[in-house]
């Protein structure tokens, strides 16, 4: 069931998102070598907590599975859900993608980056260009009576003009009061089993995750860490934004150039 947000669930909404937009700015800044993932998974929740939130991820159940981490970190080929293990250690060139959920007197808001560490291929900047293209295309048709599938062709659009590929069966969805919300919205169009028309109200996570390869993933033996199938690395931008009458307000905050 889709939940529709008020004008004072809208209060609660942002306050959430503008902790986990400023957790994103506190990972910009350690994205360094030699920085292992586990410092960058222990300051994110620290600070969150500081700021009176509460990480949406840390002890976030899927299929019996707990999530022991507070944010992912993803690197390179690993396209969502990779962990922030102390062995991970930032090392130029890489891609880095951090994605940070907060909940804050019960609204939950949720957002992701890529950021590039050193001197990576001009492919994979222009792969990074594309997919928050695509982020921005998708939330730009976003309305009342537009469709789900809308935002689909719109990710899946930008992405195959510039001859890359959204990851299959990885989608958005709504956000709120819960962290994972009714609708589920496909970044591939092959995912597309159904539609539906998006709603003054609607709160949701856009997230495009591009794979410079094909759009096949599998999930890694820890059961969390999905990653692209041929080894091609891949990038994810989200926002969590707000359905309004005349379009939407994104509730989240583009953090480049910090």
Not at 120 to 145: D, F, G, H, Q
Request: aromatic share 8%; charged share 25%.
């Amino acid at each position: 069931m889709v939940i529709l947000k008020n004008e004072l669930d809208l209060l609660g909404l942002r306050e959430a998102a503008r902790i986990a937009s400023d957790a994103l700015r506190l990972a910009a800044g350690m994205i360094k070598e030699g920085v292992s993932a586990k410092e960058i998974d222990d300051a994110l929740r620290d600070f969150i907590f500081s700021r009176g939130g509460r990480p949406s991820f840390l002890n976030y159940e899927v299929d019996g599975k707990l999530y022991r981490y507070s944010v992912c970190v993803s690197i390179n080929d690993e396209i969502v859900h990779g962990l922030p293990l102390r062995t991970k250690v930032l090392k130029a060139p890489m891609l880095v993608k951090i994605d940070v959920g907060v909940e804050k007197d019960g609204y939950h808001a949720d957002t992701a980056w890529t950021f590039a560490l050193g001197d990576v291929p001009e492919r994979v900047r222009l792969l990074m260009r594309a997919t928050k293209e695509a982020l921005y295309r998708a939330i730009s048709v976003i309305r009342p009576k537009a469709r789900i599938s809308d935002i689909t062709f719109a990710i899946h659009g930008v992405a195959r003009r510039y001859g890359f590929y959204p990851a299959e069966t990885l989608t958005g969805h709504g956000v709120g009061l819960e962290l994972h919300e009714e609708p589920v919205i496909p970044n591939n169009p092959n995912d597309l089993d159904q539609d539906g028309f998006i709603r003054k109200g609607m709160t949701l996570a856009i997230e495009p995750m591009i794979n410079m390869g094909s759009e096949k993933v599998e999930t890694l033996e820890d059961g969390w860490t999905i990653v692209t199938a041929d080894g091609s690395w891949s990038a994810h931008y989200e926002h969590t934004l707000y359905v309004a009458d005349g379009g939407v307000e994104i509730l989240t905050e583009d953090i480049d150039g910090y």
